[in-house]
């Protein structure tokens, strides 16, 4: 690897690379204060669990985001087959 310039090393002594992540990220801080959440680790557990089960649902047909669910409920209980 080669030498860093002076302007490189300059750059590089302002940027925190352990805190980057966090920092970088607004709309989390955004959700961060909106709803009070004091320790941002419970928010992305969260945030990665929901991604989860949105991705798990999206991959099953019955929980397919274009299915209308009220409607086949309403004609199943009316004893009619969709």
Same mark, same amino acid.
Not at 7 to 35: G, P, T
Not at 44 to 59: H, I, L, N, T
């Given at each position: 690897?080669?030498?860093? +310039?002076?302007?490189? /090393? +300059? *750059?590089? +002594?302002?940027? @925190?690379?352990?805190?980057?992540? &966090?920092? /970088? @990220?607004?709309?989390?801080? /955004?959700?961060?204060?909106?709803?009070?959440? /004091? @320790? #941002?680790?419970?928010?992305? +557990?969260? &945030?990665?669990? $929901?991604?989860?089960?949105?991705?798990?649902?999206? #991959? #099953? %047909?019955?929980? $397919? %985001?274009? $299915?209308? *669910?009220?409607?086949?409920?309403?004609?199943?209980?009316?004893? #009619?087959? $969709?």
């Amino acid at each position: 690897m080669r030498e860093l +310039k002076f302007h490189e /090393q +300059k *750059l590089l +002594k302002k940027v @925190n690379f352990l805190q980057w992540k &966090s920092d /970088q @990220n607004v709309r989390e801080i /955004q959700v961060l204060r909106r709803y009070h959440v /004091q @320790n #941002r680790d419970d928010y992305v +557990k969260y &945030s990665k669990v $929901a991604g989860q089960v949105r991705r798990e649902c999206c #991959r #099953r %047909p019955c929980f $397919a %985001p274009d $299915a209308d *669910l009220c409607t086949r409920g309403a004609d199943h209980k009316a004893g #009619r087959e $969709a």
